[in-house]
């Protein structure tokens, strides 16, 4: 017979198992290769599969080289880019740059990425931290998108 206790212990099983909806190893890999993929030679469909809509990236390291640029200043700790449609228009007309994966570290929805890229002369490196949230269930390589990416990297050019 179906008890008060037995329908709250069916609701405490669900709630239960619906947060322990995690990052696995498979995710975590696949999202950090994925992201590296998008700046090494960027395609709509990638961005799609591993980018939300409304994806926003932070990195002082980039705003300040902007910036030194002098055409048009961004805030220093403001967004990188103001919009995924701003980040997509740069990444698809920049030459590729090589990117390679050196560490991945994950948490339930957060990724931790340790990088190279191999640039001539002086290679590159950084730390790239991901918030993650769940996205479509089935169709996509990974069960999460990447909703925010706060990047630091060494700028010796
Ligand atoms: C990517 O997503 C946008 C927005 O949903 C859609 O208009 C576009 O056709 C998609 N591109 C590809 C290649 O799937």
Request: charged share 15%; proline share 6%.
């Amino acid at each position: 017979m179906l008890t008060p206790w037995k329908v709250l212990a069916v609701l405490i099983t669900i709630a239960t198992s619906a947060r322990a909806v995690c990052l696995t190893n498979h995710d975590a890999n696949t999202l950090a290769t994925n992201f590296g993929k998008l700046i090494s030679a960027y395609s709509e469909k990638l961005a799609n599969q591993t980018l939300t809509c409304d994806f926003l990236d932070y990195s002082e390291s980039v705003n300040s080289i902007i910036d030194g640029g002098g055409n048009s200043p961004v805030a220093l700790l403001g967004p990188t880019f103001a919009s995924r449609a701003d980040y997509e228009a740069l990444s698809s007309q920049q030459p590729s740059v090589p990117f390679q994966v050196k560490n991945v570290w994950f948490n339930c929805n957060s990724i931790t990425v340790r990088w190279l890229s191999a640039q001539s002369p002086n290679p590159v490196v950084g730390i790239t931290v991901f918030e993650t949230v769940l996205g479509p269930l089935i169709g996509n390589p990974s069960k999460f998108l990447i909703k925010k990416a706060w990047s630091e990297c060494d700028s010796v050019v």
